[in-house]
Structures are given as structure tokens and as C-alpha cells.
């Protein structure tokens, strides 16, 4: 693989008919995702390596998975609260900013308990993917948001091909630290890129409210969101199955190394390669079978093959299956994540988008914050294969979860219609 990817991915097509700013709001805002998690794609293969280069133990690698994640849990809800509030554009480039910041801060780093600071720093300013749902739902019509949502999965499936790929060809191991500096270099400019894409070209989606109205508290919806009996299902999936996930993410570094004595460079070329995937899966597909199957089905077979894949890496032989492994996890998470976020954009009001899609990011991140620990302890203490094990069982009552939330969802519809 010598072959740098494109780093320009096609923009979405919006459906014929639509108003000519909804179809450049779609397409300023794929091309702001992709930059985005270019970056972010960017870490996932280098930062275990490049905690290593500060001599870092394993656990501590894995509380800076956690402490991204503990920012991002207190951030999601404040953000997608906030952009109900004062609109999706001003928060967009905030933290897109914040990320750039987070990333350049990251390089200079003089050791490990710096950089897990600066990780909980970029964390608080990361938490951005609510709103980005939250304007895709502004601007879409319900029975359209399971493939708007995929669409704006593929920008991040494009985002993990270029990202890790980059990561590939711009780390150089064999000059020490500063050869885990670079990659850092490039995903602040690109996150500098896609803040000012923001600013330049992007049109606001949502009404500023009244400076007088009451401000919600952190985590409000929370009694609302628990109350509801599809979105309460729905962030009880992703909490579960992003705990297996993010236990597996934080360790898949080490275990790659452990295992078959990979480096950053082998691991980005591996992430790019199922990045593809994602992108393919949630740009053609997801949509698609959403429309056919409905949302909470399609979500259960995608936990369900998530985690036929973490326990296949364990009885994987070679290293050549491990991205076709990977792949085939890849898939299942393409059809999980926009179904989701669907089902809670299509069982909350129009003014509480925001809030409730911010309070399942909350969810999510709440696993991360724990699990990543959790991981690092069962690798070092029970094996390399521990945190791979784990993941795979937590999927089985996810997907029972997703069947309850579909039920409670068809209920709610039927009611509704008879209304």
C-alpha cells in the first residue's frame, strides 16, 4: 500500500425537489463531517503508540480513551441543549475550534498525565455529533432521516478511511516521539478546515430562542428521555453495546501489537481499509433496509454482527483476517448507529431534536468513560483477548433491547395514527 487516499470524498445527493439551501446545508455539511473525522480518524490508530512514546503503562493509554470520553459526556448534552437554544451553527464552530486546539495542544504534550489533561480538554469540546443530527433532522422530513442520518455516516466512514491512512503515511516510528507529532499536526489543520467551512458556508437550521425563556439544566430531558418508552430503550442500547465498543477501541492498539507485533502504521492502513466499508455501508445501504425493515430491526442485526465479529478476532488465525473481521464488524456498526439515531429523532419533538439525540451521545459517552478502564485492567489482568470477549456478550442484550424499542415504537405509531 503506497497509494495515499483521496482525500475528497463525493458529495450526498439530496432528493430532487428539495429547496436549493436545504441540498447545500447537506452537502456543506458531509464535507464538514468528513474533515472532522478525518482528524479524528487520524487518533485512532496512533494514540496508543503515541501514549507509548511517552512511556506510558497500559492503563494509563486507556484513561485517555476515558478521559476524551468523560469531556464528550458533559459536553454532548451541554452542546445539543445549546443549539436547540441559539441555533446549530454557532455550536458547530465552537467545537470544531476546540477540536483544532485539543489536537495541536496533544503534540506538545510533555508527558502522559499532560496529554490525558488535554484529551479531557478536547473531549469537552468534541461533543458535536448531536447537533450535527440534530440539523440533519431540522432539515429533513421523518421518513428521510434514517438515510439523511446514513449519509452523514458515510462522511464519517470516509473520515476513517482517509484519517487512519493519513495516519499511515505521516507517522514515522523511527523518529521517536516527534514521528507521532506529525499526524497531530495534520488533523488540527484539518479540524481548522472544517471550522471555517462552517463559518463561511453554512446555513443556520434552527430559529434562535427567547433570551428570556428559562435555561434547561445539564441533562435536561433527562426525566422526559427515561420516560419515553423508545428513547429510554434506545439509550440503554447504546450505552450497552458502546461500552463493549469502546472497550475494544481502547485496546485494540495494544492487542494488534501483542498479537502480531503491528505498529501504527499497519493498524491505520488496516482502519482505512474498513473505513470503506462504513462509508459504502451507511452512504447505499443503511437507508435502504431501514426503509424495508424499519429502523429497530435493522439496529438488532447490526448489534447481533458486531459481536460475531469481536469474538471472531479471538479464534482468528491470521493477520490478513483481522480487517476482514473488522469489516464485517464495521457493517454491523454502519446499520446500528443512524438507526438509532433515527428512532430518537423520530420519537421527540421538533424543539427537543437536540436534546434527546444529545442525551443518547451522553449515554454513549458514559460507557466510554468507564469502559476503556475497565478493558485495560481485564488485558493486563486476564489476557488480550478479555476485552474482545467482553464486548461480544454485551451485544446479545443490546439487540434484545433494540427488539423491545421497535415494539414500543410500533405501538407508539399505531397510537398516533389512530389519534
Not at 499511515?168 to 481548522?192: C, D, N, R, W
Not at 430562542?209 to 440503554?236: C, H, M, Q, W, Y
Not at 438509532?340 to 431534536?353: F, G, K, N, T
Request: charged content about 10%; proline content about 7%.
Amino acid at each position: 500500500m503506497t497509494s495515499q487516499p483521496d482525500p475528497t470524498p463525493p458529495a450526498p445527493a439530496a432528493a430532487p425537489g428539495e429547496p436549493r439551501h436545504v441540498r447545500l446545508a447537506l452537502a456543506v455539511l458531509f464535507f464538514v463531517v468528513f474533515l472532522n473525522l478525518v482528524g479524528f480518524g487520524i487518533m485512532v490508530p496512533l494514540l496508543p503508540f503515541f501514549a507509548k512514546s511517552l512511556n506510558a503503562e497500559a492503563w494509563q493509554v486507556t484513561l485517555m480513551f476515558s478521559a476524551y470520553s468523560l469531556g464528550q459526556f458533559f459536553a454532548e448534552p451541554f452542546w445539543g441543549r445549546l443549539s436547540d437554544r441559539i441555533g446549530r451553527k454557532p455550536v458547530l464552530i465552537a467545537t470544531t475550534f476546540c477540536n483544532c486546539l485539543g489536537y495541536a495542544a496533544l503534540a506538545f504534550a510533555p508527558d502522559i498525565w499532560w496529554a490525558i489533561g488535554i484529551r479531557l480538554f478536547t473531549g469537552l469540546g468534541a461533543g458535536n455529533i448531536s447537533t450535527i443530527q440534530g440539523y440533519v433532522a431540522d432539515v429533513s422530513a421523518p421518513e428521510k432521516r434514517a438515510g439523511r442520518m446514513g449519509l452523514i455516516g458515510a462522511a464519517f466512514g470516509l473520515g476513517f478511511v482517509a484519517g487512519p491512512g493519513l495516519a499511515a503515511l505521516t507517522t514515522k516510528p523511527e523518529m521517536g516521539h516527534f514521528g507521532y507529532q506529525i499526524p497531530l499536526y495534520v488533523a488540527s489543520g484539518l479540524t481548522l478546515a472544517a471550522s471555517l467551512g462552517v463559518a463561511a458556508f453554512l446555513r443556520e437550521s434552527r430559529r434562535r430562542a427567547d433570551p428570556a425563556a428559562k435555561r434547561p439544566a445539564f441533562l435536561a430531558g433527562f426525566a422526559e428521555a427515561t420516560s419515553n418508552p423508545v428513547i429510554s430503550r434506545v439509550l440503554l442500547v447504546t450505552m450497552t453495546y458502546m461500552g463493549g465498543f469502546s472497550g475494544m477501541e481502547a485496546t485494540f492498539g495494544l492487542w494488534a501489537k501483542e498479537r502480531y507485533h503491528w505498529t501504527a502504521v499497519e493498524l491505520g492502513w488496516c482502519f482505512m481499509a474498513v473505513g470503506g466499508v462504513s462509508a459504502i455501508s451507511q452512504g447505499l445501504i443503511t437507508g435502504r433496509l431501514a426503509k424495508r425493515f424499519g429502523e429497530a430491526k435493522v439496529l438488532t442485526f447490526g448489534m447481533l454482527l458486531f459481536g460475531v465479529s469481536l469474538a471472531s478476532q479471538v479464534v482468528n488465525p491470521a493477520p490478513l483476517g483481522v480487517p476482514i473481521i473488522m469489516a464485517i464488524g464495521t457493517f454491523g456498526m454502519a446499520l446500528a448507529m443512524p438507526n438509532i439515531s433515527a428512532l430518537i429523532s423520530r420519537s421527540a419533538p421538533p424543539d427537543r431534536q437536540g436534546a434527546m439525540l444529545g442525551l443518547n451521545m451522553a449515554s454513549g459517552s458514559a460507557a466510554r468513560i468507564i469502559a476503556p478502564a475497565v478493558a485495560g485492567a481485564l488485558f493486563s489482568g486476564v489476557g488480550p483477548d478479555a476485552p474482545l470477549l467482553v464486548g461480544a456478550s454485551l451485544t446479545v442484550p443490546a439487540a434484545i433491547m433494540a427488539v423491545n424499542a421497535g415494539r414500543a415504537f410500533r405501538k407508539a405509531q399505531a397510537a398516533h395514527t389512530a389519534a
